[in-house]
């Protein structure tokens, strides 16, 4: 299978690219997402080695860096805990409902890329991210999209 591309946000209060970066190996699982469109995503399509933008949402909105996906999807087994802010009593581990993928720390950009710059670089205006109203947590982009958006993190601010 070809390697795909991936954004996935987090809200840095809750888990940051450096509390990835933090992690054993640099790597730990994504876990919590509770919307079924970015489930699929995280049980039928993200593969190992899969890139991924990471994004920091909410106050400051912006992608930091990126990570790849180090194990494909599988249960999510925060969801069977009920003392976890992502449980959810329908799930059970014979017949789990949400998933989630491990990933591992690859980069951090030299400055961050917030919504109001990513709208204004060239090769970016389909990008979902950019649409309105988009509030999925995990979302395919494009290798271009990729590529470009790396591209402009490298770069010195």
Same mark, same amino acid.
């Given at each position: 299978m070809a390697k795909? &591309?991936?954004?996935?946000? !987090?809200?840095?209060?809750?888990?940051a690219?450096?509390d990835?970066a933090?992690?054993?190996d640099?790597?730990?699982?994504?876990?919590g997402?509770?919307? &079924?469109?970015?489930?699929? /995503?995280? =049980?039928?399509?993200?593969?190992?080695?899969d890139?991924?933008?990471f994004y920091h949402s909410? /106050?400051?909105p912006a992608?930091v860096g990126t990570?790849?996906?180090a194990r494909?999807? &599988?249960p999510?087994?925060?969801a069977w805990?009920?003392?976890?802010d992502? &449980?959810?009593p329908? !799930?059970t581990p014979?017949? @789990?409902?949400?998933f989630?993928v491990?990933?591992? /720390?690859?980069s951090?950009f030299?400055r @961050?890329?917030?919504?109001s710059e990513?709208? =204004?670089i @060239?090769g970016l205006?389909?990008?979902i991210l *950019?649409?309105?109203g988009?509030? *999925?947590s995990?979302?395919?982009?494009?290798?271009?999209e990729?590529?470009?958006?790396v591209a402009?993190?490298a770069?010195a601010?």
């Amino acid at each position: 299978m070809a390697k795909r &591309y991936w954004l996935i946000k !987090s809200e840095p209060t809750a888990y940051a690219l450096d509390d990835l970066a933090r992690q054993t190996d640099q790597t730990d699982h994504w876990d919590g997402v509770r919307n &079924y469109q970015a489930r699929n /995503f995280l =049980r039928d399509e993200m593969q190992v080695g899969d890139g991924i933008l990471f994004y920091h949402s909410r /106050f400051k909105p912006a992608v930091v860096g990126t990570a790849t996906v180090a194990r494909a999807g &599988y249960p999510d087994h925060t969801a069977w805990d009920p003392h976890s802010d992502h &449980y959810d009593p329908r !799930s059970t581990p014979q017949n @789990p409902i949400w998933f989630m993928v491990d990933i591992r /720390f690859a980069s951090r950009f030299k400055r @961050p890329l917030p919504l109001s710059e990513l709208r =204004r670089i @060239p090769g970016l205006a389909h990008m979902i991210l *950019l649409r309105r109203g988009n509030r *999925l947590s995990v979302m395919p982009v494009s290798a271009q999209e990729f590529e470009i958006i790396v591209a402009a993190g490298a770069a010195a601010g």
